[in-house]
Nanobody, 118 residues
Framework: QVQLVESGGGLVQTGGSLRLSCAASGSIFSRSNMGWYRQAPGKQRELVARITTGGSTNYADSVKGRFTISRDTTKNTVYLQMNSLKPEDTAVYYC????????????WGQGTQVTVSS
């Protein structure tokens, strides 16, 4: 069964750090581009960071220099290291897996809450 499970969210003060993890099914991880999205209350879901099967990364302008996405192929896990957190980073963070060839559907995790207090 295809499954993405996020963890690592929580409550942190402004300027603090969190590391989110997304454990993916082994059958999809190696062939998928992996991404982190977030959605704040009343706001649209937005792309935060993405890493391709080849290791290329891209970030939303709002998180460049503060967040780092990485993947561990041995553990079938993608990470989002979040430093210098701001209140505007507060959102539910979702992991997703996309097939660059569009042969397989896009998969989403259930999300993990990140709250940054001011």
């Amino acid at each position: 069964q295809v499954q993405l499970v996020e963890s690592g969210g929580g409550l942190v003060q402004t300027g603090g750090s969190l590391r989110l993890s997304c454990a993916a099914s082994g059958s999809i991880f190696s062939r998928s581009n992996m991404g982190w999205y977030r959605q704040a209350p009343g706001k649209q879901r937005e792309l935060v960071a993405r890493i391709t099967t080849g290791g290329s990364t891209n970030y939303a302008d709002s998180v460049k220099g503060r967040f780092t996405i990485s993947r561990d192929t041995t553990k079938n896990t993608v990470y989002l290291q979040m430093n210098s957190l701001k209140p505007e980073d507060t959102a539910v963070y979702y992991c997703n897996a996309e097939d660059p060839l569009r042969i397989h559907p896009t998969y989403w995790g259930q999300g993990t809450q990140v709250t940054v207090s001011s």
